[in-house]
């Protein structure tokens, strides 16, 4: 699984990240996960099954969706972000995978 979150500077999510690695070592989740500012991030979405969107950026979903073709692109829950829960991140991703 290829996740990739983006943000408004790309800063706001670096510790997500690291959480997120670790939850999905510890679940057996073979993942690569990077956070990237925004507008790079619509450049790379060719490299990666998913992008989630910070809370902060909800805005940008529309523009979002039409760089990643069939992708999923979801916004992250702001309650999941602010609290940095990267195991309900992480189910999110592997829900919207699922759906796609």
């Given at each position: 699984m290829n996740i990739l979150l983006a943000c408004n500077a790309g800063m706001?999510?670096?510790l997500l990240v690291q959480k997120m690695r670790k939850e999905a070592a510890s679940q057996?989740?073979?993942a690569t996960i990077e956070a990237k500012p925004l507008n790079k991030a619509l450049e790379a979405i060719g490299d990666f099954d998913i992008l989630m969107l910070g809370p902060q950026i909800s805005y940008a979903k529309k523009d979002a969706e039409s760089f990643a073709g069939?992708?999923?692109v979801i916004v992250i829950p702001m309650a999941d972000y602010g609290r940095m829960n990267?195991?309900?991140i992480i189910a999110e991703a592997t829900k919207a995978l699922a759906n796609k």
């Amino acid at each position: 699984m290829n996740i990739l979150l983006a943000c408004n500077a790309g800063m706001s999510t670096s510790l997500l990240v690291q959480k997120m690695r670790k939850e999905a070592a510890s679940q057996g989740v073979e993942a690569t996960i990077e956070a990237k500012p925004l507008n790079k991030a619509l450049e790379a979405i060719g490299d990666f099954d998913i992008l989630m969107l910070g809370p902060q950026i909800s805005y940008a979903k529309k523009d979002a969706e039409s760089f990643a073709g069939d992708k999923p692109v979801i916004v992250i829950p702001m309650a999941d972000y602010g609290r940095m829960n990267a195991k309900g991140i992480i189910a999110e991703a592997t829900k919207a995978l699922a759906n796609k």
